[in-house]
């Protein structure tokens, strides 16, 4: 069973300031996937990443994939309120449908 | 309605009780899947069809009957469940063949 550890489990931060969460596996996925879910609902996907290196950007957040393709992380700049949430990664093996879940890191972004 | 719709939203049962859970998608997805979400655990994938087939049981106990008449239409049966297995049931579809999913809001289940 492939596994997906998160870090830091917890983040509690000011409004301004930056963080980064990590993602983090000892096996190799064929892509993964980041998501953000809010209290009361469900995951929404922010990006995929496939390509070992791979760096992709959306507004203030970036999002890196690892060479070997084991490892991602998520780096939030100027953390706004809204940005407050579950943040989980995800693994794809293959296209078997299987996506291997983290357990999430929890963000509150204080104003 | 759009993207992926799940009812109810909350739902409290008794240990004898029968109920089920619906999930709705309006995306075009020929893949839907059923997730439970518990506190301090990954999400855990319950079952998966694909083509209105299961390609996926994670043996998942025989309390939780799944059931998938069309490619838009999901339900999860439920029967003489334990506490335990109180948690947040999510629906997710796809494109055949995996790839991004697309999440519903979930069921907040409590069993007592």
Same mark, same amino acid.
């Given at each position: 069973t492939q596994l997906?550890?998160?870090?830091? %489990?917890?983040?509690?931060?000011q409004e301004g300031e930056n963080l980064t969460v990590y993602c983090?596996?000892?096996?190799?996925?064929?892509?993964? %996937?980041?998501?953000? %879910?809010?209290?009361?609902?469900?995951?929404? *996907?922010?990006?995929?990443?496939?390509?070992?290196?791979?760096?992709?950007? *959306?507004?203030?957040?970036? $999002? %890196? $994939?690892?060479d070997a393709r084991k490892d991602s992380s998520l780096h939030i700049t100027a953390a706004q309120p809204g940005d407050t949430g579950l943040y989980l990664?995800?693994?794809?093996?293959?296209?078997?449908?299987?996506?291997?879940?983290g357990k999430g890191t929890l963000l509150t972004v204080n104003p | 309605e759009t993207g992926v719709t799940q009812t109810p939203r909350h739902l409290v049962m008794g240990m004898t009780n029968k109920?089920?859970?619906?999930?709705?998608? &309006?995306?075009?997805h020929n893949a839907m899947y059923w997730y439970k979400q518990s506190a301090k655990k990954p999400l855990e994938l319950m079952f998966v069809y694909s083509l209105e087939e @299961?390609?996926?049981?994670?043996?998942?106990?025989s309390r939780f009957s799944p059931e998938c008449p069309n490619s838009s239409h999901l339900f999860l &049966?439920? &029967?003489?469940?334990q506490p335990e297995d109180s948690a947040l049931y999510l629906c997710a579809s796809s494109q055949e063949g995996g790839g991004e999913q !697309? !999440?519903?809001?979930? +069921? @907040? #289940? +409590?069993? #007592?």
């Open positions: 997906l550890e998160q870090s830091p %489990q917890f983040l509690s931060i983090n596996s000892s096996s190799v996925f064929s892509s993964l %996937q980041w998501y953000r %879910q809010e209290p009361g609902e469900g995951p929404v *996907l922010l990006v995929t990443v496939v390509t070992g290196g791979e760096v992709k950007k *959306l507004k203030r957040l970036t $999002f %890196q $994939f690892g990664c995800a693994g794809e093996e293959g296209s078997n449908y299987k996506l291997t879940f | 109920k089920s859970l619906k999930c709705e998608q &309006h995306l075009g @299961r390609v996926e049981n994670n043996s998942v106990p &049966h439920l &029967h003489t469940l !697309f !999440f519903g809001p979930g +069921t @907040r #289940l +409590t069993v #007592l």
